[in-house]
């Protein structure tokens, strides 16, 4: 049984910093890319950044450039992402996903992805 078990979230004011991670059990870690999404209130699910198996090649969303930084540990089976100066438009339940045999032009695409975590909160007041 696959399964991804996020951690970490919680609540910032603006400026500051929080970080998840993502550990994925019941398949091989070292292939995956993985991938994180964020979904705000009303809004629909958007991808946010995502790092990829072999090579480790990274993608990240306009909105999070130069304030993210995703980052894996093949031996922990965890990705990790780092959330810098952190704004209110970051508030968001923040997910990650699991691919296999899926290019780096389809990080993006939340169909590209085969298991999802189960979501953490992060809320960022002003």
């Known amino acids: 049984q696959v399964q991804l078990v996020e951690s970490g979230g919680g609540m910032v004011t603006a400026g500051g910093s929080l970080s998840l991670s993502c550990t994925l059990s019941?398949?091989?870690?070292?292939?995956?890319?993985m991938g994180w999404f964020r979904q705000a209130p009303g809004k629909e699910r958007e991808f946010v950044t995502a790092i990829g198996g072999i090579g480790g090649l990274t993608r990240f969303a306009e909105s999070v450039k130069g304030r993210f930084t995703i980052s894996r540990d093949n031996a922990k089976n965890t990705a990790y992402l780092q959330m810098n100066s952190l704004k209110p438009e970051d508030t968001a339940v923040y997910y990650c996903?699991?691919?296999?045999?899926?290019?780096?032009?389809?990080?993006?695409?939340?169909?590209?992805?085969?298991?999802w975590g189960q979501g953490t909160q992060v809320t960022v007041s002003s």
């Open positions: 019941g398949r091989t870690f070292s292939n995956a890319a």
């Open positions: 996903a699991a691919s296999w045999g899926n290019n780096y032009y389809s990080y993006t695409n939340s169909g590209t992805y085969n298991y």
